[in-house]
C-alpha cells in the first residue's frame, strides 16, 4: 500500500497553530486534568478529563465509569492540571501504581479540589 504525502504551509496542524490564528482557530485549547475522587467506602478513583466539574456529576449521577457505579463518589479529592492529554494520561497510570495511603499523601501535598 502506497501512501501519499501532503504538504502543509508552515504552521498548519501544529498544535500551537489554533493559538496562533487567534480568534478563527478551529478548536479551541483544552487542559486536561487528573482528578482523585474518594468513594464512599474509603477508596480512590483516579481519571483524566477535560472539564472536571462535569465529569464528577457524571460519576455522581451514576452515569461515570463502571467503578463508580458501584462505588458512589463522596467528594473530590484533588485535580492536577497537564498540558496535554499525554501527560495527563501518563500521570493518571503513576497514580493509580499508589497504594491509598500514598495517594492521599499526594492529596495532602497538593492543592485541595
Do not use: F, N
Not at 493518571?92 to 491509598?100: G, I, P
Amino acid at each position: 500500500m502506497h501512501l501519499r504525502r501532503v504538504r502543509r504551509r508552515a504552521g498548519e496542524g501544529s498544535p500551537l497553530s489554533a493559538v496562533t490564528r487567534g480568534s478563527h482557530a478551529r478548536s479551541p485549547v483544552r487542559c486536561w486534568h487528573v482528578y482523585l475522587i474518594e468513594c464512599r467506602d474509603g477508596s480512590i478513583y483516579t481519571g483524566v478529563a477535560v472539564d472536571v466539574q462535569t465529569r464528577y456529576a457524571a460519576h455522581a449521577a451514576g452515569k461515570g465509569a463502571r467503578y463508580t457505579r458501584a462505588h458512589p463518589p463522596r467528594r473530590l479529592l484533588t485535580v492536577i492540571l497537564c498540558a496535554d492529554r499525554s501527560t495527563a494520561l501518563r500521570i493518571e497510570y503513576a497514580v493509580k501504581r499508589l497504594t491509598a495511603p500514598e495517594k492521599r499523601a499526594l492529596c495532602g501535598r497538593l492543592r485541595p479540589a
